[in-house]
């Protein structure tokens, strides 16, 4: 049989390994920071009514650009924004994809600071962009001198600043990213605060940056807090001229009359869709007060997931969970695990499998 190695793959792809979290039947799913608690059945109730309106004319193409749905994502982000500032796409990894296929490129650098999202260095491998890092202080917190720092060695075309951050959970203050902005503004660099995960942090969203800022970009996501994970819709929020520039390199008709008719309907209901938001919330810090007790060192966390060490053999204490029937997330980090906040019977589970463990 052929092997990828025998075929004419770009170079710079050669050796790598796609994006992807183990998908196991279990119990207890807290790997992939879902929002258990799934959409109300009212809200189901009007996006399964709008997905029939949009079949029945589903014989014609979608609106290219989508003007009902970036009207809909303006007004549920506030600040100011305007459809004209908005734009959509299967999710906030295509988003990130069309931003590296505008701005990135051969001879273009790619920013990040890991540990951070592992499919950074995958978007820069796919559209021939350079990848380089910069460093985190202790506890995985990001300052402003630290970012400044790596942005004048690398001089970089993009950055990305994970707010807050994955898969650590470490919150990033708005310092950080307007430090960033003012330290790239003599290479005219794209600056990009990835905000998958807003709704469960606390700290003022990158959103109220914009105005005066055309190279800053927000992206968001309805995949977590939304409960809209199957669905796949991604979105930012920036100048108008980001969005001209997305419009030359995005495939025609990319996203469905199907995508867009649930999403518009999905927002119709943000309260409904966003109610568990705190009770997802109280679950990330009941875990993150109850891991101490059994051994283990939570760090703080502005997401809907804890990252915890002091954990001896990670792999090890992976399959121990599983055989369980508890699913968690390796993230690479040595001696650390990371674990989505669940429902409340979850997070016992959890707790409970963990402490099995110590016992």
């Known amino acids: 049989m052929t092997s990828l190695s025998d075929l004419p793959i770009r170079d710079e792809l050669r050796g790598k390994q796609p994006y992807g979290a183990p998908e196991i039947e279990v119990p207890v799913r807290l790997n992939v920071n879902e929002n258990p608690f799934g959409i109300p059945e009212a809200v189901v109730e009007d996006i399964v009514a709008s997905l029939a309106d949009a079949v029945r004319g589903a014989y014609r193409y979608p609106e290219r650009d989508f003007p009902e749905l970036r009207g809909a994502l303006a007004g549920y982000l506030g600040h100011g924004v305007t459809a004209e500032q908005v734009w959509a796409a299967n999710g906030s990894n295509e988003i990130m994809q069309q931003l590296l296929q505008a701005f990135g490129g051969p001879g273009r650098r790619l920013l990040s600071f890991p540990p951070s999202y592992s499919m950074y260095p995958i978007y820069a491998a796919g ?51 307007e430090a960033v902005y003012e330290a790239t503004a003599a290479d005219n660099a794209i600056v990009i605060a990835d ?33 809209f994970a199957g669905v796949r819709l991604g979105f930012l929020a920036a100048d108008p001229a980001v969005i001209d520039a997305i419009r030359l390199v995005r495939l025609p008709y990319h996203l469905s009359v199907l995508t867009q008719a649930a999403a ?46 002091g954990v001896e053999e990670p792999k090890a204490t992976f399959e121990a969970l599983l055989a369980q029937g508890v699913l968690i997330r390796d993230v690479g980090i040595p001696h650390a695990l990371r674990v989505t906040a669940g429902t409340p019977e979850e997070t016992t589970a959890f707790l409970d499998a963990l402490g099995r463990l110590r016992a």
């Open 127 to 177: 559209t021939q962009t350079e990848y380089v890092t910069g460093e985190r202080g202790e506890d995985w917190v990001l300052s402003p001198e630290l970012a400044v720092a790596a942005v004048e060695r690398h001089r970089p075309t993009i950055v990305v600043l994970c707010k807050p951050n994955n898969p650590t959970g470490t919150a990033l203050g708005l310092d950080v990213v």
């Open 195 to 227: 905000e998958a995960y807003a709704e469960f942090d606390d700290t003022p969203s990158a959103l109220t940056l914009l105005p005066g800022r055309p190279r800053l970009v927000v992206s968001r996501t309805m995949s977590k807090a939304f409960a």
């Open 264 to 309: 518009v309907a999905a927002l119709r209901h943000a309260p409904e869709m966003l109610a568990q938001v705190d009770a997802i919330k109280a679950q990330r810090d009941r875990i993150v007060a109850e891991l101490p007790a059994l051994g283990y060192e939570p760090y703080p966390s502005a997401s809907n997931f804890v990252l915890f060490g």
